[in-house]
């Protein structure tokens, strides 16, 4: 069985800031690692994932994350927000087979609430 | 490409009634979710389907919950009957088989009176 944990459950940063979102997880194997965004009144979008090779990951919008399996950590880092990155994170965690294949069910984090302040 | 559909988006119903949601999937993803998002907490996962098939439902309060996803498709929850504690947002979701990125619909929030 997986854990996540989301280490803020707020952070609030002033605009063009950089920001840390923490996420730890536990398991036993090993893991796929995902954070999802949420808009308000929205469902959650995938923002980044890891699968496999370089440990840093990039999304389109300027956020990254960085797998690091000693400390069991996937941490997201953004290095100057904007007010329209005012959302809750959510990170997330699956385990797979030999060949690869997620079993699929995603065990998420609490939720990281981020607000950007003008 | 459309996203996950759900409806309705918002229902409010008194306690012990009963209530359905409705998801359709991406075309094509054999895979589908529905997780409960209580207020302040993460998703969690209920039942997930592979095909028409139910792959994991051991989170799934059996005595009040039911799913179904008849032809592999479209995909109904039933909460009968409800609880004050089923108030939450209930989230559907597909992917394909292999990295399971999954892609979620808007949800639906249910209060329970």
């Known amino acids: 069985a997986q854990s996540v944990t989301q280490l803020d459950s707020q952070v609030p940063v002033f605009e063009e800031a950089p920001v840390e979102l923490r996420c730890n997880y536990s398991?036993?194997?090993?893991?796929?690692l995902f954070w999802y965004v949420q808009y308000p009144n929205q469902g959650l979008q995938l923002l980044l994932k890891?699968?496999?090779?370089?440990?840093l990951v990039e999304s389109i919008n300027g956020f990254e994350a960085e797998f690091n399996k000693s400390q069991t950590s996937f941490h997201l880092r953004k290095p100057s927000v904007h007010i329209s990155d005012t959302a809750e994170y959510f990170c997330a965690v699956t385990d797979f087979n030999a060949g690869g294949t997620s079993y699929g069910k995603l065990t998420f984090g609490q939720g990281t609430i981020l607000t950007v302040h003008p | 490409e459309a996203g996950v559909a759900q409806s309705p988006r918002y229902k409010i119903i008194e306690k012990r009634q009963s209530v359905a949601f409705w998801c359709n999937p991406i075309?094509?993803?054999?895979?589908l979710y529905w997780y409960q998002q209580i207020l302040g907490q993460g998703p969690k996962l209920l039942i997930q389907?592979?095909?028409?098939?139910?792959?994991?439902d051991s989170q799934l309060p059996k005595d009040r919950f039911s799913a179904e996803r008849l032809k592999g498709v479209d995909s109904t929850l039933k909460i009968q009957p409800a609880k004050l504690e089923d108030s939450a947002v209930y989230l559907c979701?597909?992917?394909?088989?292999?990295?399971?990125?999954?892609?979620f619909g808007p949800g639906t929030r249910l209060t329970v009176l």
């Open positions: 979701a597909s992917s394909l088989v292999k990295y399971n990125e999954q892609f």
């Open positions: 398991s036993s194997v090993s893991v796929y």
């Open positions: 075309s094509g993803h054999a895979t």
């Open positions: 890891y699968l496999s090779g370089s440990t």
């Open positions: 389907f592979q095909n028409n098939g139910v792959v994991d």
